[in-house]
């Protein structure tokens, strides 16, 4: 039994852990849920388990982020919630209101969340055990 992997971001370079932890995860259009009232937006995924070298596994994953107090998305079709779309990375730019910024998950093929966010305020959580998989992630030079 592999041990879950469980991260928590409240700063820049915690959440390039979380970011490089998910490139590659796949989430259906459907499993992207963003809650004005909650201020808080939950990813479901399937990560690839880039921290077991010797293993090419996938995994159920949960990102939520929270204190979230505004969503735009661009390139993203949510008229087909069965889509599927890659993440590449999740950013933060800091704003003028400080510690608030605005957090950038960019997908494959030119999709993109923006969150205005109060703070960094992220938490993964992995929820099953892997699978195996024969589809590893390629990255051509350069990218």
């Known amino acids: 039994m592999t041990k879950p992997l469980k991260l928590r971001a409240e700063c820049a370079e915690d959440l390039s852990v979380i970011s490089a ?3 590659d995860a796949i989430t259906r259009i459907a499993d ?3 809650a004005p009232s909650a201020h808080a937006l939950t990813l479901r ?10 293993a090419s596994e996938r995994v159920l994953t949960g990102l939520r982020a929270d204190s979230i107090l505004s969503l735009q998305s661009s390139g993203i079709d949510k ?3 069965e889509a599927m779309a890659v993440l590449l990375s999740i ?7 400080a510690p608030g910024g605005t957090l950038d998950f960019t997908f494959a093929g ?6 205005a966010a109060e703070c960094i305020d992220l938490t993964l959580a992995d929820v099953s055990e ?4 024969d589809k590893q992630p390629l990255h051509p030079l350069g990218e």
């Open 45 to 54: 995924m399937t990560r690839f388990r880039h921290e077991d070298e010797d």
């Open 91 to 97: 950013d933060f730019t800091a704003g003028d209101d």
């Open 79 to 81: 008229a087909d919630p």
């Open 130 to 133: 892997p699978r195996k998989t």
């Open 110 to 115: 030119g999709g993109r969340l923006r969150a």
């Open 32 to 34: 992207i849920h963003y």
């Open 21 to 23: 932890a998910l490139q």
